[in-house]
């Protein structure tokens, strides 16, 4: 099949090439092959490249983790009558390990983690925008924070922080947080406030003036939101530590934690990397899945923004134009239909 491999590291783009022979992944029991309709970019794909992290097996070898995709073979588990061959389906396969890089016209993805719906409305290069930002937040806000995961949610919940809301993980963020009933605080760009309404958000906060955001959000009706989660980086983990109520307060961060102390704040990492590797992490965010398939086909969960490119040649575009940090408030995704 054709793919796009990483054959070296040590740079973020000159080390993926364009293949014609990389072998079609044959699935295990308990995977799905999909034929890939579109795929979604990725901070993590150039930082393995330039890096050389979080890669199991030998180059050259496909990379990319986000992909909606066509069945066209079952693994033999027999047990699994949720899938049938033809069937759409989509989210994250996994991290640099043979099969399930989905820059490539075909991949593998758990069955426990592949996501479908019957909402028609939506596209398959919006739904491969969906694996790596939903889940990601999803393991920050149920596990790291242990908010409660409800389609009847509770009055009187506290108030969470989303620090980056626009990001792919922010906006899913602020979305399961608001349909779980939790008052949501977004900071983003005060271009994206309009969207972060549209997308639940009880407040919008600028990110600009970082002094003027933190006393802005401590002196929101109610007082200082009870935790947070941080989605760009360890500043912004910081800011958001002085920005809760130090009540026994948590921040969740996936792109660098708290380094600056703050009493009553602990700080808590937030890694998807390792599923499904990671076999109780996978298991637990396997039981979210129908959830958010419900919550999809009756549109309380939306995609994100996305910027469409065609063809498999166009991912060293995206990738260049990702790492060059070119893009913001949209995802980068690759169709692979004609």
Same mark, same amino acid.
């Given at each position: ?35 890939v309709?579109?795929c ?135 979305q ?14 005060e ?8 997308l ?11 002094n003027?955001?933190?006393?802005e ?14 989605? !760009?980086?360890?500043?912004? $983990?910081? %800011?958001?530590?002085?920005? +809760? /109520? @130090? #009540? ?31 076999e ?34 166009? !991912?060293?575009?995206?990738? $260049?134009? %990702?790492?060059?940090?070119? +893009? /913001? @408030? #949209?995802?980068i ?6």
């Amino acid at each position: 099949m054709n793919a796009v491999v990483l054959e070296k590291t040590g740079d973020p783009i000159s080390g993926f090439v364009l293949s014609n022979s990389v072998p079609i992944p044959s699935p295990s029991p308990s995977q799905l092959l999909l034929k890939v309709k579109s795929c979604a970019l990725n901070p993590v794909d150039y930082k393995m490249a330039q890096y050389n992290v979080l890669i199991n097996d030998p180059l050259p070898l496909p990379l990319g983790c986000d992909v909606c995709g066509e069945i066209i073979q079952i693994g033999s588990d027999s047990s699994e009558e949720s899938f049938k061959v033809g069937d759409l389906v989509f989210g994250y396969t996994g991290l640099g390990t043979i099969g399930y890089g989905t820059f490539a016209e075909f991949c593998v993805i758990e069955k426990s983690l592949a996501m479908k719906t019957s909402n028609g409305a939506l596209t398959h290069p919006q739904l491969s925008s969906v694996g790596v930002g939903l889940e990601t937040a999803a393991l920050g806000l149920f596990q790291s924070l242990s908010l409660t995961i409800s389609d009847e949610p509770k009055e009187n919940l506290p108030k969470i922080l989303i620090w980056g809301a626009s990001s792919s993980v922010g906006m899913f963020a602020v979305q399961l947080a608001s349909i779980c009933g939790y008052p949501v605080i977004a900071v983003c760009s005060e271009s994206n406030f309009d969207f972060m309404k549209s997308l639940g958000a009880t407040y919008t906060v600028s990110y600009r003036d970082s002094n003027a955001a933190v006393n802005e959000i401590r002196s929101l009706p109610g007082g200082p939101p009870l935790h947070a989660y941080s989605t !760009i980086s360890s500043d912004a $983990s910081n %800011l958001c530590a002085k920005s +809760v /109520s @130090g #009540e026994n307060s948590i921040v969740a961060a996936c792109a660098g934690g708290i380094t600056e102390s703050v009493d009553g704040v602990e700080s808590k990492d937030v890694f998807l990397g390792m599923i499904p590797k990671n076999e109780d992490q996978t298991k637990y965010l396997s039981t979210l899945i129908p959830t958010f398939n419900r919550w999809f086909d009756n549109g309380k969960l939306k995609p994100g923004k996305i910027l469409l490119m065609n063809g498999l040649q166009s !991912i060293f575009e995206g990738l $260049s134009t %990702l790492s060059q940090g070119k +893009v /913001s @408030g #949209e995802k980068i995704v690759i169709s692979l239909e004609p």
